[in-house]
């Protein structure tokens, strides 16, 4: 019998990707609140009882405010937005963080999505930091560029109207909302600080932290942390590490745009100890909506790379 899946918010940019990866599955009944509805509590509350997993495609309060109507409902629920991914009550869903994380995210009755920079800072920090390359306390900086897709639909409407005037870099306050989920996930005791930028093209990401080999224990070289990376994600589905001697002059955010796949690169030059770690997805992908079906497909015991 196929799975009833329920998007709440299927409209948006990220509901409408998932409901294209799931759309033509077998294995898969979509659960649908006819549009004139979408924001009637009672025609909602319906579909969240009728569906086994319901998907939150929501701004954070409306996120909240869908649980609060699933109270008492035995529906499971993937949010994917940032309210609820720093709960100890919900599994954080990257599967590929630590060993037991996928098992945890099958058992859960709650499971948050985690961030699209957040996806790509966590795969590169955490390893390091479990191996004792990199101490929790380290002063980092992150740097990112993203499709413009990653605003949701107003600034794709603005980009693709011509009202932007250009690339920008952003959250310049130091108050992103995915830097609580990188500093938990990837055990720091001391956020970093975080320069996100949007570029002019629609999707894609490359995330980048600099580091100075002199400032860390044993100053390590690329090799050494190429080697953390390659044995953490070891066997993996979804995340692979480019081989050490895969320099390229230029990193393209766009590589992996409609795919669920993330690539990590160790970059630098081991003379003067100045090292750059390095991640693309689709932020659209991996980033989002692929993530979110990669953890259904967790939660529905199904196979995880079904309809990626």
Same mark, same amino acid.
């Given at each position: 019998?196929?799975?009833?899946?329920?998007?709440?918010?299927?409209?948006?940019?990220?509901?409408?990707?998932?409901?294209?990866?799931?759309?033509?599955? *077998?294995?898969?009944?979509?659960?649908?609140?006819?549009?004139?509805?979408?924001?009637?509590?009672?025609?909602?509350? *319906?579909?969240?009882?009728?569906?086994? !997993?319901?998907?939150?495609?929501?701004?954070?309060?409306?996120?909240?405010?869908?649980?609060?109507?699933?109270?008492?409902?035995?529906?499971?629920?993937?949010?994917?937005?940032?309210? =609820?991914?720093?709960?100890?009550?919900?599994?954080?869903?990257?599967?590929?963080?630590?060993?037991?994380?996928?098992?945890?995210?099958?058992?859960?009755?709650?499971?948050?999505?985690?961030?699209?920079?957040?996806?790509?800072?966590?795969?590169?920090?955490?390893?390091?930091?479990?191996?004792?390359?990199?101490?929790?306390?380290?002063?980092?900086?992150?740097?990112?560029?993203?499709?413009?897709?990653?605003?949701?639909?107003?600034?794709?409407?603005?980009?693709?109207?011509?009202?932007?005037?250009?690339?920008?870099?952003?959250?310049?306050?130091?108050? =992103?909302? =995915?830097?609580?989920?990188?500093?938990?996930?990837?055990?720091?005791?001391?956020?970093?600080?975080?320069?996100?930028? !949007?570029?002019?093209?629609?999707?894609?990401?490359?995330?980048?932290?600099?580091?100075?080999?002199?400032?860390?224990?044993?100053?390590?070289?690329?090799?050494?942390?190429?080697?953390?990376?390659?044995?953490?994600?070891?066997?993996?589905?979804?995340?692979?590490?480019?081989?050490?001697?895969?320099?390229?002059?230029?990193?393209?955010?766009?590589?992996?745009?409609?795919?669920?796949?993330?690539?990590?690169?160790?970059?630098?030059?081991?003379?003067?100890?100045?090292?750059?770690?390095?991640?693309?997805?689709?932020?659209?992908?991996?980033?989002?909506?692929?993530?979110?079906?990669?953890?259904?497909?967790?939660?529905?015991?199904?196979?995880?790379?079904?309809?990626?």
């Amino acid at each position: 019998m196929a799975a009833k899946v329920f998007i709440d918010g299927e409209a948006g940019t990220t509901g409408l990707q998932i409901r294209d990866r799931l759309v033509g599955r *077998d294995d898969i009944a979509l659960v649908s609140v006819a549009p004139e509805r979408r924001k009637d509590p009672e025609a909602r509350k *319906d579909a969240f009882a009728e569906a086994d !997993v319901a998907i939150l495609c929501l701004p954070d309060e409306a996120a909240r405010e869908a649980v609060t109507l699933c109270e008492g409902l035995n529906t499971k629920l993937i949010d994917a937005s940032t309210a =609820h991914r720093t709960d100890d009550a919900w599994a954080f869903g990257f599967p590929e963080l630590a060993a037991g994380r996928r098992d945890a995210i099958a058992a859960a009755p709650r499971v948050s999505n985690p961030g699209c920079y957040s996806t790509c800072a966590i795969a590169l920090l955490a390893p390091l930091t479990a191996a004792g390359l990199l101490p929790g306390d380290a002063a980092l900086s992150i740097f990112g560029i993203s499709g413009y897709s990653g605003g949701g639909k107003s600034m794709i409407a603005e980009f693709e109207s011509g009202q932007a005037s250009g690339s920008f870099v952003y959250a310049t306050g130091q108050t =992103h909302k =995915h830097l609580p989920e990188i500093v938990k996930y990837a055990r720091l005791s001391t956020t970093p600080i975080f320069a996100p930028s !949007v570029g002019q093209f629609a999707q894609g990401m490359v995330v980048q932290v600099p580091l100075f080999a002199a400032a860390l224990p044993g100053r390590p070289d690329r090799a050494a942390l190429h080697d953390a990376l390659s044995r953490h994600y070891a066997g993996a589905r979804f995340v692979t590490v480019r081989p050490l001697d895969a320099q390229v002059a230029r990193e393209d955010p766009r590589k992996l745009n409609g795919t669920n796949r993330m690539e990590l690169a160790v970059l630098g030059d081991d003379a003067s100890g100045r090292l750059v770690l390095s991640a693309i997805l689709d932020n659209l992908g991996k980033g989002a909506s692929g993530a979110a079906v990669q953890n259904l497909n967790l939660m529905l015991g199904l196979d995880e790379g079904a309809g990626l």
